[in-house]
């Protein structure tokens, strides 16, 4: 019991590991993709575009990037365990009457409190870290706006800290902290409700499309039965019985060979098993329970909508924040970006309602293709750890005489048989 007991907890932090892996490879392979459109948006935001290096700062925005992304994927699952742990304890508490604030009927909220402030908690840390890191990629990105000649990381921090002190390291890290309370909550939510409705109306089209096979089975059997009946009749009436034999069976009058040699649909199956990889495949196990696995292209929908709303929404802290951290750099920039609401002052009285979605056009064309491919890689790699979870799992609970039935895709135990045999529907 004791060693059960250990393997249980040691499973899920293994998992979590997980999603913290994989966040950071998806997050690093999207920055070398994405790096250049990246420094093309911090140059239109600030009006100083030139098209050479546009490489500069990918080295940065991968020391900030990739361990970021990694923490948010890992701290978005533990919250969604967690919240499902506590909506299962709380509907078995309820259920054997002992109170709390959920009934039977009544569904887990989207985010709880606790869950709120853990995600909060984890981005403020993960924005401590990233605010310094950030300016500097910026500085290398508008190196050709200001005069001033620093080639690293340690370098700008050095000048910053020796000109301006300690807090120069965090300007902007208000609207930073603002922008990520707006925009983190609706992009998960948004991302989490569209995946659940993609999954319901593939659910709803396999169970349409099940139904409708059942129907054209029983019509074409019935078609069958009624076409035996005829044929039956005409050879009745061609080739009459003699008397006592009117109760020969259908099989002995009227037969036809149904068997048909099998044809070779390779080329077919090769396409539908790329279109399961990529729409989605929907599958059901042997109790009758629907699983549905969804494909790249699920998840670019899904991501898409969450960048576009989430991004939109949280457009003006992300100018104000771009302002406030590149304002030691640029002229007069402590003065019209000292603070939050100067910044704020600034920005309207300049460039009106249309300064604060300043580049917007362009970081929607930098999130939407950067975040969907993180998505995918992100949910291939999970979709992949968990498909050689349950090999294992399946393996390791096999018997010696177990049996793999392509038929029904599904393992049996045959003990007549001495070795392990692969049964394939050819053979």
């Given at each position: 019991m004791?060693?059960?007991q250990?393997?249980s907890k040691e499973?899920?932090?293994?998992?979590?590991?997980r999603?913290?892996?994989?966040g950071?490879i998806?997050?690093?392979?999207?920055e070398f993709?994405?790096s250049?459109?990246?420094?093309?948006k911090?140059r239109?935001?600030?009006?100083g575009f030139?098209?050479?290096?546009?490489?500069?700062?990918?080295?940065?925005?991968v020391?900030?990037s990739?361990?970021?992304?990694?923490?948010?994927?890992?701290?978005?699952?533990?919250s969604?365990?967690?919240?499902?742990r506590?909506?299962?304890n709380?509907t078995k508490?309820?259920?054997?009457?002992?109170g709390?604030?959920?009934?039977?009927?009544?569904?887990?909220?989207?985010?709880?409190l606790?869950?709120?402030?853990?995600?909060r908690?984890s981005r403020?840390?993960?924005?401590t870290?990233?605010?310094?890191?950030?300016?500097?990629k910026h500085y290398?990105?508008?190196?050709?706006?200001h005069?001033?000649?620093?080639?690293?990381?340690?370098?700008v921090?050095?000048y910053?800290?020796?000109k301006?002190?300690?807090?120069s390291?965090?300007?902007g890290?208000?609207?930073?902290?603002?922008?990520?309370?707006?925009?983190?909550?609706?992009?998960?939510?948004v991302?989490?409700?569209?995946?659940?409705k993609?999954i319901?109306?593939?659910?709803?089209?396999?169970l349409?499309?099940?139904k409708?096979k059942?129907i054209?089975?029983?019509?074409?059997?019935q078609k069958?039965r009624?076409k035996?009946k005829?044929e039956k009749k005409?050879?009745?009436?061609?080739f009459?019985?003699?008397?006592?034999?009117?109760?020969?069976?259908d099989?002995?009058?009227?037969s036809?060979?149904?068997?048909?040699p099998i044809?070779k649909?390779w080329?077919?199956?090769?396409?539908q098993?790329?279109?399961?990889?990529i729409m989605g495949?929907v599958?059901?196990n042997e109790?009758?329970?629907?699983?549905?696995?969804l494909?790249?292209?699920?998840?670019?929908?899904?991501?898409t909508?969450?960048?576009?709303?989430?991004?939109?929404a949280?457009a003006?802290?992300?100018?104000?924040?771009y302002?406030?951290?590149?304002?030691?750099?640029?002229s007069d920039?402590?003065?019209?970006?000292?603070n939050l609401?100067k910044?704020?002052?600034t920005v309207?009285?300049?460039e009106g309602?249309?300064?604060?979605a300043?580049?917007l056009?362009?970081k929607?064309?930098?999130?939407?293709?950067?975040?969907?491919?993180?998505?995918?890689v992100?949910?291939?790699l999970?979709?992949?750890?968990?498909?050689?979870?349950r090999m294992?799992?399946?393996i390791t609970?096999m018997?010696?005489n177990?049996?793999?039935?392509?038929?029904?895709?599904?393992?049996?135990?045959?003990?007549?048989?001495d070795?392990?045999?692969l049964?394939h529907?050819?053979?």
């Amino acid at each position: 019991m004791a060693s059960n007991q250990e393997k249980s907890k040691e499973k899920p932090n293994y998992k979590l590991t997980r999603h913290f892996m994989a966040g950071c490879i998806a997050r690093l392979s999207t920055e070398f993709l994405f790096s250049p459109v990246d420094t093309l948006k911090s140059r239109i935001m600030f009006s100083g575009f030139n098209s050479s290096n546009l490489f500069r700062s990918s080295a940065k925005a991968v020391l900030i990037s990739a361990p970021s992304s990694g923490f948010s994927f890992l701290i978005y699952h533990y919250s969604k365990a967690a919240r499902k742990r506590r909506s299962y304890n709380q509907t078995k508490t309820n259920s054997d009457n002992l109170g709390g604030i959920f009934n039977r009927k009544t569904k887990a909220l989207p985010f709880d409190l606790v869950d709120f402030m853990l995600g909060r908690l984890s981005r403020t840390m993960v924005i401590t870290i990233k605010n310094p890191l950030d300016i500097a990629k910026h500085y290398f990105h508008l190196k050709d706006v200001h005069n001033l000649e620093l080639n690293s990381v340690s370098e700008v921090f050095k000048y910053s800290y020796n000109k301006y002190g300690l807090v120069s390291l965090f300007d902007g890290f208000t609207p930073f902290f603002l922008r990520d309370l707006i925009s983190d909550p609706i992009y998960w939510n948004v991302y989490d409700r569209i995946k659940e409705k993609q999954i319901s109306l593939l659910k709803n089209r396999f169970l349409q499309k099940k139904k409708q096979k059942q129907i054209q089975k029983e019509n074409k059997k019935q078609k069958q039965r009624e076409k035996e009946k005829e044929e039956k009749k005409r050879f009745l009436q061609i080739f009459p019985f003699k008397r006592g034999q009117e109760n020969i069976t259908d099989s002995t009058v009227y037969s036809h060979n149904n068997s048909n040699p099998i044809s070779k649909k390779w080329f077919k199956d090769w396409c539908q098993l790329w279109k399961t990889r990529i729409m989605g495949k929907v599958s059901e196990n042997e109790r009758g329970e629907v699983n549905v696995m969804l494909g790249p292209v699920n998840h670019v929908v899904s991501s898409t909508i969450a960048t576009l709303i989430a991004t939109t929404a949280s457009a003006p802290f992300d100018v104000i924040k771009y302002k406030m951290q590149t304002r030691r750099f640029v002229s007069d920039g402590n003065e019209k970006y000292g603070n939050l609401f100067k910044s704020f002052r600034t920005v309207w009285s300049e460039e009106g309602l249309k300064g604060f979605a300043k580049g917007l056009s362009t970081k929607l064309a930098v999130l939407i293709p950067s975040t969907a491919f993180t998505f995918v890689v992100y949910e291939g790699l999970i979709n992949t750890f968990e498909r050689n979870d349950r090999m294992n799992n399946l393996i390791t609970s096999m018997s010696p005489n177990c049996v793999y039935d392509f038929n029904s895709k599904s393992f049996e135990n045959q003990s007549h048989w001495d070795n392990p045999v692969l049964l394939h529907p050819y053979w």
